[in-house]
């Protein structure tokens, strides 16, 4: 089997605390699981932004509407990548997958 070359999991969904959350803007992040956001000033020191200072970051996302949700099937991204390849060897994952499948659906984010 091929090696991946994704960011290793697990990732996390991370909210932008940089900026105020209001009705145009809900911004996320998806890292991985050792990130810590940071607080910094841009070039022209005009306005909080926020940064990845460790780990990796995966995605920006701004899109209002379906932030979380679509926050969460990133994030849980490498672990459905894992299920699957224990799938095609003949393991069963239902129970694991029906656990991932219930924390993507959340509705309480």
């Known amino acids: 089997m091929a090696v991946s070359k994704h960011t290793p999991g697990p990732w996390k969904v991370i909210p932008d605390t940089s ?4 009705q145009f803007t809900d911004n996320r992040f998806v890292a991985t699981g050792d990130c810590e956001m940071v607080k910094m000033y841009d070039e022209d020191f005009e306005e909080n932004v926020s940064w990845c200072a460790t780990g990796s970051l995966i995605c920006d996302l701004r899109d ?11 994030a849980a991204a490498p672990e459905m990548f894992e299920l699957l390849k224990l799938y095609v060897s ?5 129970k694991d997958a029906q656990s ?7 509705k309480n984010e």
Request: charged share 25%; hydrophobic share 50%.
């Open 19 to 22: 900026k105020p959350k209001n």
């Open 64 to 74: 209002k509407a379906n932030i979380a949700a679509n926050a969460r099937l990133i």
């Open 90 to 94: 003949g393991y069963d994952v239902i």
């Open 100 to 106: 991932l499948l219930v924390r993507i659906e959340a």
